[in-house]
């Protein structure tokens, strides 16, 4: 359903997530995040494979969000054209950094 | 596996108790074999020892035995032929003297004075005397030569009476006169009392010492008065190369009788002419006939050849043992030469006899041998029997055996059967007992069944009490799925007093408990607050977290404050205490029920529809701020629409658009719109009914996962 490749290049950490991230895979996506924020100065969200993203992992994000401003940096690259509807639609392109 | 007098066919039991039997089998199988091989070999042993021995007695005896024979045999025939050759060499001396005489008298004829002679006096008989015969037809009485002869008569007389071995001396005249001195005067006559003719040129003697021209030794010759037969030596008297007479000794040599009853069960010696001819042998010898000169065999030119050969050597030199087959049997034979008469004594024995004594002892060693090869076989028979004894004990007890150490093994294994049948029907615990205590595999698998048995047991006690709390939980759950939906207005009509509007509000949670709600208030009698929230993450923590947004944004609303307000505020107090970082969307919206006008304000949260008096439905694009609770400090921008009469709201959560079906596919807002505009005047509650039939259509049987909830609001005309 939800597959997470992770790259950690000295203090920055990418994270290619591919599928859906809802209520059922969230909590892995999650905790595949958290686990590795350790002394991760940025962090970059590729996302060109993401189909779809549910409220439950919105939280992810917003959760992920506030632990990088206080680390460093978190940004979405490669965003569809469906899921930006999704951020915009719930005012999340206004705090994300998405390029 | 079936049981049978106690004994479990096919099973653990058999099994050991075949085990051992094969076993003892083999084991008794080897035994026995090697037994019977080492019994074998032991029996070849004597067996062989004993061919061999009889072989090495047989040859030992028979060397010894020829040895023995050839010495004895040889040594008594030369001293035979050595004694009878005496006597006969005295008969020669006889001869020599009488043909001396007669010679001296015949060559002094002219001037010797003629002696009287007479005729056989029949009553002399007994009484050696000169007797007188003639040929048939010869005058006698003017005979020459009777005259001179007759001066022989008193040496003849003495010599007859001096020596055993003269039988008869007589002179035989070439005018066929003839004087004999004997003691057998009557003999001469016949029954009529008339003197017998003597055909004395005839006789063998007179012709075969004629022939040979010296001294000659007839073979057996009938006698000329009795029935029997006699040996004669005679010579021939000659004068002046006349032959006047012919001198003879009947010879009856008393050890010719020796030889003549020399059989006895050893053998029996006999005497062979010159010309090879039987003379003296004792009767019924079984070999040799004796027959007269003209009828017997000479035995020199026997058809058998060992015969023929011993025979002709023994008339020249000792021969030495011989073997000679007469007749089917085996003889030793031994001859040695009689100088004086060139003949020869043959003693002869039968094989048989000279080997009884070896045929003694093997029959004597035979029979001991037999006696110890029967003591052996009787031993061997009787360990035979022994030992077979002993295999069917030792397998009777090695079954007796193998069936105690089986019980042993089999009963505690019955025993568990029988128990963990028990506990299989009745439940229950396996208890260690006794009889499982056995210090081997059989205690280690009773030692497994009682951990498992007691595992299995605190098993179901914690799956009890599992199933207990998660009934539990569900129960409680369920209540709280029961307050929750208590907590949204759910009584329609809502205001049924207000006839300018209608409203209708559904929420179908995926799972038992959601984080959607609605909600919809009077504020004062002018205007009315609709309110649709999606809080993020499902189950009781959104739930909870729903609750307090509800109560929260009700609150802030019914205090009078603008929407975006409501909103500002109910962030304020969620962010204060969102350890979890849960947030809400919520499109807020207050009406002026007078006017239609709607002052309204979005937090993250979905486009509403709007449908105009006569339109149809369409999303209204309006700004959004940030969901409530994502972040302190949000501000949120209100804006205006207004609903004409015979227009509509419809308000939903993203469970509608993000419905999906089995290929993936979302609902989307383009088919929500559809569905909606299918009967776009309809009341709110068969609008809701429109958009969820058609929803279900889309998904199928394809599971769910979001909550689906929807208001729709109708201001009449």
Known sequence: MLKITKKLEERTLTVEASGRIDTTTAPDFENEIKDSLASVSELILDFSKVEYISSAGLRVLLSAQKIMTKQGSMKLTNVSSEIMEIFEVTGFSDILDIE | ?717
């Not at chain 2, 076993?23 to 074998?40: A, E, I, K, P, R």
């Not at chain 2, 004999?180 to 003719?197: C, F, H, Q, T």
């Not at chain 2, 003591?375 to 030992?387: D, I, Q, S």
């Open chain 2, 1 to 717: 596996m079936f049981k049978k007098y106690g004994i479990t066919f096919g099973g653990l039991q058999q099994k050991i108790i075949n085990l051992v039997l094969v076993f003892l089998l083999v084991l008794t199988g080897v035994f026995g074999g090697m037994s019977v091989f080492q019994s074998n070999a032991l029996s070849d042993v004597v067996g062989g020892a004993r061919v061999e021995q009889e072989r090495s007695i047989t040859q030992v005896s028979e060397a010894t035995m020829h040895a023995t024979v050839e010495g004895t045999m040889q040594q008594s025939t030369t001293m035979r032929a050595k004694i009878a050759d005496d006597d006969f060499l005295e008969v020669v001396e006889n001869i020599k003297l009488m043909r001396s005489v007669a010679e001296d008298l015949f060559e002094k004829r002219d001037i010797i004075v003629p002696a009287a002679f007479s005729l056989p006096d029949p009553a002399d008989d007994g009484k050696v005397t000169a007797q007188v015969l003639y040929e048939q037809g010869v005058d006698y009485a003017n005979s020459e030569y009777l005259g001179i002869a007759s001066h022989m008569n008193n040496l003849m007389i003495a010599m007859y009476n001096n020596s055993s071995n003269v039988g008869s001396c007589y002179i035989g005249l070439a005018d066929g006169t003839h004087i004999a001195v004997n003691d057998m005067s009557s003999d001469k006559y016949d029954e009529s009392g008339r003197l017998i003719p003597f055909p004395v040129r005839e006789r063998p003697w007179y012709k075969g010492a004629v022939e040979a021209g010296d001294i000659y030794f007839t073979g057996l010759e009938n006698d000329t008065y009795t029935d029997g037969i006699c040996i004669t030596c005679s010579a021939p008297v000659t004068v002046d190369g006349k032959l006047v007479a012919v001198v003879g000794i009947d010879v009856t040599i008393d050890n010719m009788d020796e030889i003549v009853k020399s059989k006895d069960a050893a053998g029996f010696s006999c005497v062979v002419s010159d010309r090879g001819q039987v003379i003296f042998a004792p009767e019924d010898n079984g070999i040799f006939d004796i027959k007269v000169s003209a009828e017997a065999e000479d035995l020199t030119k026997s058809d058998n050849k060992d015969l023929a050969e011993l025979v002709s050597r023994s008339l020249s030199e000792p021969t030495g043992l011989s073997l000679v087959t007469i007749n089917g049997r085996d003889y030793y034979m031994c001859g040695s030469p009689m100088k004086t008469v060139g003949w020869s004594v043959i003693t002869v024995v039968d094989k048989e006899i000279t080997e009884q004594p070896t045929k003694q002892m093997l029959d004597e060693y035979s029979r001991i041998n037999d006696e110890a090869t029967d003591k052996f076989e009787t031993g061997v028979k009787r360990t035979e029997k022994t030992t077979l004894v002993m295999i069917l004990l030792v397998m009777i007890l090695g079954s007796a055996a193998a069936l105690f150490v089986a019980n042993r093994i089999v009963r505690p294994i019955e025993h568990m059967t029988a128990r963990l049948d028990r506990i299989k029907a009745a439940g229950g615990e396996f208890e260690m007992d006794e009889i499982y205590r056995t210090g081997d595999e059989i205690q280690v698998l009773a030692e497994s069944f009682k951990t498992l048995s007691d595992r299995t047991r605190q098993y179901i006690t914690e799956i009890t009490e599992i199933t207990k709390e998660k009934e539990r939980i569900g129960t409680e759950l369920e209540l709280a799925n029961k307050i929750q939906a208590d907590m949204l207005p759910n009584i329609f009509p809502p205001f049924p007093e207000r006839p300018e509007f209608d409203l209708y509000a559904t929420m179908t949670p995926a799972k038992e408990v959601g984080g959607d709600f609605y909600d919809f208030f009077l504020i004062d009698d002018d205007h009315l607050c609709m309110v649709m929230a999606d809080v993020s993450g499902k189950g009781v923590p959104a739930a909870l977290f729903m609750m307090m947004s509800k109560i929260l944004v009700n609150n802030f609303a019914n205090m009078g404050i603008s929407p975006a307000k409501v909103l500002e505020q109910t962030n304020t107090v969620i962010c204060k205490n969102n350890e979890e970082e849960m947030f809400v969307t919520v499109w807020l919206g207050i009406m002026e029920i007078s006017t239609g006008k709607v002052t309204a304000a979005n937090a993250g949260h979905e486009y509403p529809v709007i449908k105009s008096a006569d339109g149809g439905f369409e999303l209204l694009k309006d700004k959004h701020g940030f969901v409530v609770g994502g972040m302190e400090g949000v501000r949120y921008k209100e804006y205006e629409f207004t609903i004409d009469h015979g227009g509509a709201l419809f308000l939903y959560t993203d469970g509608v658009p993000e419905a999906t079906n089995s290929e993936n596919e979302l609902f989307g807002t383009d088919r929500m719109l559809t569905a909606l505009n299918a009967v776009k005047d309809a009341e709110p509650k068969e609008l809701l009914v429109n958009v969820k039939q058609s929803v279900d259509d889309f998904v199928g049987e394809a599971p769910q996962f979001d909550d689906l909830t929807m208001l729709a609001f109708v201001r009449h005309r």
